[in-house]
């Protein structure tokens, strides 16, 4: 009798913490995850399944990946919490948070997110050699609201005094990094400008060929991705979440599955105050409203 009560105690402790942790998510029991859709939509579930196993094995809670149509969606599902965690660049977190009025908190990002970099391509025989030299031709960025592919891309441009709207034969945005490639690959513009991460990831899979497509320009570094949450979300499940990307650790098999896949080294703990200056370029640009 004794240990019967004992294991029905013990199970309705059990269930009074998943219960708990249940309602500190959009879906009870369920942590909704979504990103940014910079990439197409095979490669971002690819990127993210071993994560979320991982994530369910640290936080309890079912994880569920849910993809969305293009970067201004990743923004709203998070300020109108359908969705409980968002990978972002710096400038959709940027928009998150004054969507939200400031109710989004950045958790981690990749150590390399601390001096992220972009990249502008072309032709090898583009004779295109340095920024200056896209006066007058084609230039496609990924997402508008993209930070890497768009944002710090424009800001660069504009501080060499390169105004994309007015000396540019034309500018047109791809969508993604991978389709910025494919349009410098396929001569359909002059040049591209895009994360730099993708570009390394496509040399390395040897899906570009660097003896016909070329890197003219690298950008100086800024901070770029994260993941948030909404502020709503209680500062226990915060902590566990943040806790969970900071214990990945490459020496571990696992650890180094999913940390190759996020093309990082490791998480780190972020803060709002990194994306002052994406917010600044973004005002500068023109391009927050």
């Known amino acids: 009798m004794k240990h019967a009560l004992q294991h029905l105690l013990a199970a309705l402790s059990l269930a009074l913490i998943a219960g708990t942790a249940a309602a500190q998510t959009a879906t009870p029991g369920v942590l909704r995850v979504t990103a940014i859709p910079d990439e197409s939509p095979t490669e971002l579930a690819r990127k993210f399944a071993p994560l979320g196993k991982y994530l369910e094995g640290k936080l309890g809670l079912k994880v569920e990946w849910t993809p969305v149509t293009d970067y201004a969606a990743a923004v709203e599902t998070v300020v109108n919490r359908k969705i409980d965690l968002a990978w972002f660049g710096g400038f959709t977190f940027v928009q998150a948070s004054v969507r939200s009025n400031g109710k989004v908190i950045p958790l981690v990002q990749r150590e390399e997110d601390e001096r992220f970099r972009s990249v502008f391509i072309t032709d ?16 496609s960025f990924g997402s508008a609201s993209s930070t890497s592919g768009h944002l710090m891309p424009r800001s660069f ?22 389709a910025t490639i494919a349009a410098v690959a396929s001569g359909k513009v002059d040049a591209g400008a895009l994360n730099i991460s993708v570009w390394e990831k496509f040399v390395a899979d040897k ?10 320009y690298t950008t100086p570094a800024y901070y770029d991705y994260n993941w948030t949450v909404h502020a709503d979300m209680p500062a226990e499940l915060r ?39 994406i917010k600044a370029a973004a005002e500068n640009a023109g391009l927050l409203k």
Not at 207 to 216: G, L, R
């Open 124 to 139: 090898a025989k583009s004779g295109i050699g340095k920024l200056e030299d896209l006066k007058g031709r084609t230039l």
């Open 157 to 178: 441009l504009l501080a060499a005094k390169i105004n994309p709207d007015a000396d540019l034969k034309r500018v047109s945005f791809s969508g993604a990094h991978d």
């Open 207 to 216: 899906k570009v060929d660097t003896s016909q497509v070329k890197v003219f």
């Open 239 to 277: 902590s566990k979440i943040q806790q969970a990307f900071l214990a990945l650790d490459p020496a571990t098999p696992q650890g180094k599955e999913i940390l190759d896949l996020q093309r990082a080294t490791r998480f780190i703990a972020t803060q709002p105050e990194n994306y002052v200056g």
